[in-house]
């Protein structure tokens, strides 16, 4: 990988790699196709029977907001979990579920094996992974480390467990302005990896000194500030949240921004009636449930052109369907399973990232 860097501290990678890379997520999304909507009565026969081999297996569901709404209640109902990523994790390694069932992305699979080793980790579907893991390969990512070696290695979740075995430290979007300030404040130079629309704005809110790796996630990178602004002209009540995937000119425009659990305490904390929302539309149904006599409006992304296939809605996430989790906990499919010796070296920054997360909790 040949590199070197933008005024912005952007690492300009090999365009060659750029154009692999949007290939290789461009595959992956051709590949993901929505499952079929199930009729109300087999709807009810998944639920059933999910709900009954949940408790044979002694399983718990750890789902994220992204996923279908009755896979989220189903998780609840059941005695499981639906919450945002750093969330997800701590409820996956603290459960004594003998087999966690994780509706969400792949990298949310792996975190959950690697603190869990003796629990059974399967998935819905191993198809549901990211663009920002696709575009950061660890190869590549290995190199641009040794490459700035005085840089502390910071990467954000949504990567694979040998990105993560190269890091010193693991974030979420829930802590990663605290943690890399936190950094920031004891000298430390930041080499950031994989998105860099919240890279930037880590660097933006912190004036840490980054290094930021070069990928976006398909779907907030569809938020547009120009149509942002036009809707808020229309609901000048209303205020607007973001998740800080989103471009920096969405960022500017958002009155708070933050993961998708900071955004629905946001929703109810907040006395607005209105709100504008750039970030999946999975989470309205939390948003709805927590406040359900406010108002929730989609942020305009690219608009309905045949290329917008990734518009608030994140085909990954999507492949999690009532069906494939009743196949999956009937045949035990789709087990994740993660080399032993990255998950020993992962298991490092991703436990000083929960041990951060407890601290800023106060916990
Ligand atoms: P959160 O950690 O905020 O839930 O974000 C995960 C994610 O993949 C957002 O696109
Ligand atoms: Fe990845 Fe974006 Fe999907 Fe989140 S919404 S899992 S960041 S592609």
New binding site residues.
Partial sequence: MTETLADSGVAVVDEDRLIADTLLVKRYLDRAVPPEAPSARQRAEYRDAIMGLLERRKAAIVA???VDAELQELAEESGGFV????EMARFGRDCDAEVLVVAG?RFMGETAKILSPGKTVLMPTLEAT?S?DLACPADDFSRFCDNHPEHTVVVY??TSAAVKARADWVV???IAVDLVDHLSAGGERILWAPDRHLGAYIQRVTGADMLLWDAA?I??EEFKARGLKDLIQVHPEAAVLA?P?SPAGVLELADFV??????IRAASDLPNRQFIVA??QGIFHKLQMRAPDKEFIVAPTAGKGAECRSCAS?PWMGLNSLHEMRETLENGDNEVLVDAELARQAMIPLRRMLDFGKQMAGD
Avoid: K, M, R
Wanted: glycine letters at 6%.
């Fill in positions: 994220h907001y992204y919450g945002d990523s750093l992305v990211c920002l979740a949504n979420t979007s829930s996630c779907v907030h998740h995937e933050g993961s998708t659990t900071q955004i970030t999946d994140c």
